[in-house]
């Protein structure tokens, strides 16, 4: 299993993101993103260059609560050239928007509600928005596991998973090791984690960031 490391703090893109990532882009992390929300678009644009000459898979995520602005965060993202978009639900209206584009999209399953997003929804309704979103042709599913509001993450992680073979991103609060070994176990293909590392969380003995990551490294190995 893999991470994405997201340079992002309680669902916003830090302010400082082009500083942060200048600071971490020798190290082996091959997937980095961001949110649709925090920063400009220009900032954006010069902080997804720069992971592009890096050779890095980039990924942008979704969290906008309007549909307009979650299509238009769309838009911004297929401009940019973004790897992967995640979040969102307006499959068939985004699906249009990326149309013949690389650009693989990864919608939220479930009830996503408010921001910082949390997760409303059973196993059951999991499974079905997975099902339908990987026959509407979508790359696999960005599932908010550990923000569930009425179920267990695992018991999420493992319907998402039973529903397709496609790839399963879990998004937000795999915060310690031991979540890492439980999301590996459930089916989980990549994470992201992002405040848990900026805040140095992941292991609070450590206080630079490359060293977080480091660590995050190995245990998503291990």
Known sequence: MDFIFMLTRDDRTIADCVEVYESIRHLPVRHVGFKDVGVSPETLARLHGMMKI??????????STTPEAGLASARIGAELGIDRLLGGQQVAEIMAILK??????YPFPG????????????????G????????????GVDLLAYRATEADPLDLIRAARAATDRTL?????????????????????????????????????HGLLANQLRRILDAAAS
């Open 54 to 63: 890096d050779g890095k898979t980039t990924y942008m995520e979704v969290v």
């Open 169 to 205: 991103i879990v998004a937000g609060s795999v915060d310690t090791p031991e979540r890492i070994r439980a999301v590996k176990a459930a089916g989980a293909d990549l994470f992201t984690i992002g405040t848990a590392a900026l805040s140095c969380g992941f292991d609070p003995r």
């Open 128 to 139: 079905a928005d997975t099902r339908a979103a990987v026959a509407a042709g979508c790359a």
């Open 100 to 105: 013949g584009r690389p650009t693989g999209y």
């Open 111 to 126: 009830i996503p509600q408010g921001h910082p997003t949390r997760l409303g929804g059973s196993p059951e309704r999991i």
